[in-house]
């Protein structure tokens, strides 16, 4: 066996290892992640407009309140790619901060299994990845 051969690529849809999740899980996984999706929405557009007027209106109650309602967008976000909520904080970098959420790894909320941020699906057990 050569070691630095190029790993092949398993014909199954699924690793071995992993079982298959059940279409009423996958059905729970793709409620939780639209509930994650939609509150990071309804956090995060609100949050950027008041940073937006705040600093056109030179206030900063209006843009402390906006970046406290765009770490929360983030929040929720972070879950929603499988990642700990105190990745929200990256909120205080506004655009770059959704950026970095945006290009890091997916995470599986059902087993965990690591993904590149352009894949929809675990390759590991079937479940639905956040967008």
């Known amino acids: 066996m050569n070691p630095y051969a190029p790993p092949t690529a398993s014909i199954e849809p699924h690793d071995a290892g992993a079982e298959p999740i059940s279409p009423e899980r996958r059905l729970e996984i793709q409620k939780k992640l639209s509930r994650f999706s939609r509150l990071s929405f309804l956090f995060g557009v609100p949050g950027f407009l008041l940073q937006s007027a705040g600093r056109a209106m030179d206030s900063a109650p209006l843009s402390l309140l906006g970046v406290v309602l765009f770490i929360i967008a983030l929040v929720y976000y972070a879950k929603m790619r499988g990642r700990s909520g105190a990745w929200g904080i990256v909120g205080l970098a506004t655009c770059i901060g959704l950026a970095l959420l945006y290009f890091l790894p997916k ?17 590991r057990c079937g479940a639905p990845l956040g967008s």
């Open 107 to 123: 995470h599986c909320l059902n087993c965990a299994a690591k993904h590149s941020y352009r894949s929809k699906d675990c390759n």
